[in-house]
Every structure is written in structure tokens, then in C-alpha cells.
């Protein structure tokens, strides 16, 4: 016997209720943009150091959230 089990989409205002749900198990939930190392924006996943108008780490290519 199979059962069906219905999943209900999440409403737009739930985002505060899954950050909270993430924060407590551990998880990072804010937003990352690049790290600042002197006058050049570094990745904060590689520490690729880039020009200030980059986009993206041409190293690894993460991108700001």
C-alpha cells in the first residue's frame, strides 16, 4: 500500500523561519560578499585576490551572494 504524502510550497515571508531553522544546526545563513585585502577584493572561499570591479573569482568561481 502506497500513501501520498502532500507538500505544501513555501510561502514568502518563511525565508526568517528556515534562516532560524539553518542557524541552529549549525549552518552559515547571512549573505557572503568578497573579503578586502588592501586596495583588492579577495575570495572567501579560495583568497584569489582580484581588481574592484570583479564579479566573480576567476580562480574558483564563487560569486557574492
Known sequence: MWY???RMASAPGDDELF???LAQRGHDVEATGWDRSYN???CPDCGGL???G????TVCGWTPA
Not at 570583479?54 to 573569482?57: K, L, M
Open 40 to 42: 583588492k577584493l579577495q
Open 4 to 6: 501520498t504524502i502532500a
Open 19 to 21: 534562516d532560524a531553522f
Open 54 to 57: 570583479a564579479g566573480e573569482c
Open 50 to 52: 582580484h581588481d574592484s
